[in-house]
């Protein structure tokens, strides 16, 4: 590992660590005390423990280690390690870091602080995570092993699906209006996600030109399940015949498709675009007039 490759795997663990501590932030000051379960394993752990007592963060642990082991041969070692620390860091400090409440129940007002807050700190700390090349498991992860098994269910269809019965339960295990006050908060995390990995875009366009474009496809094909198309190109100043690789990839997709390109060929001409919409297999389905 060179010097640019060393500083780089340093900014992503710096970058996970902080996500961690700020989704810890998040969980523990704003969005449990205040029984809002925006979706994710760990809003079915706040409803498990809301019945039976058991820690939260235990629980989000045990729900993805299997998850993990399902999908470990397709995460690959460095994003794999990364994710496993980032996953089990957070689920053990949800549980030991003594963190305040510090809005405690009692108006809807406070709730709506609760709820806002919660969204938006634990999405900086899920956007830190992400852009530091990991993630901590949940609906994500089990929703691209559904889909890789099951290919008539896009990504996207099976988290909304995943968040949207945890939010649901919460109406019955807590009450309604902390379900509510839950679609809140899940709606400030995302956009605060996609503010901090790409952007207002929630996907990206790249076409890259390489010498190695054969060994980017594939590994982007493999590791990423993710299509590319190779466009016939010719370089004018230099002549030279060169395919030209055509990938469109959702916004948490993005830096490990970086980290494949300059893996592969450090010297890799990239240009992305924002995409407005994507219609198709892997995003939305194309449904006709």
């Given amino acids: 590992m060179d010097r640019k490759q060393l500083r780089a795997e340093i900014v992503n663990w710096v970058q996970i660590v902080l996500g961690i501590l700020l989704c810890t932030a998040a969980y523990n000051m704003f969005i449990i005390p205040n029984e809002i379960a925006p979706g994710g394993f760990t809003g079915i ?40 620390f980032a996953s089990v860091g957070l689920s053990i400090l949800i549980d030991v870091l003594p963190l305040p409440s510090v809005i405690p129940i009692d108006t809807t007002e406070r709730l709506l602080l609760a709820s806002v807050f919660g969204g938006v700190v634990a999405g900086a700390g899920f956007g830190l995570i992400i852009r530091g090349n990991a993630t901590t498991g949940g609906t994500d992860m089990l929703a691209k092993l559904v889909s890789s098994r099951v290919h008539a269910l896009s990504i996207g269809m099976i988290m909304f699906a995943v968040d949207g019965m945890v939010i ?10 902390s379900a509510l006050f839950a679609l809140i908060c899940t709606f400030f995390m995302s956009e605060v996600i996609d503010f901090l990995v790409d952007g207002l ?44 690789l055509l ?15 300059s893996d592969c060929d450090p010297t890799a001409f990239i240009i992305a675009t ?16």
């Fill in 45 to 84: 752990a706040q409803l498990i423990n809301h019945v039976t007592g058991l820690p939260v963060g235990m629980l989000t642990l045990a729900l993805n280690v299997p998850l993990f082991a399902l999908s470990a041969r397709s995460l690959g070692l460095k994003f794999g390690a990364r994710s496993l």
């Fill in 168 to 177: 649901v339960a919460s109406a019955f295990v807590f009450d309604v209006v």
């Fill in 274 to 289: 924002n995409v407005h919409e994507v219609l198709g297999e892997g995003f939305r389905p194309i449904y006709g007039r």
């Fill in 201 to 244: 875009n929630s996907a990206r366009a790249y076409f890259i030109i390489s010498g190695q474009s054969e060994l980017i496809a594939q590994r982007v094909m493999s590791e990423m399940e993710r299509g590319i198309t190779g466009l016939d190109g010719r370089g004018m100043y230099s002549g030279q015949d060169r395919q030209v």
């Fill in 247 to 261: 990938c469109v990839i959702s916004r948490t997709e993005s830096p490990q498709l970086r980290a494949i390109v």
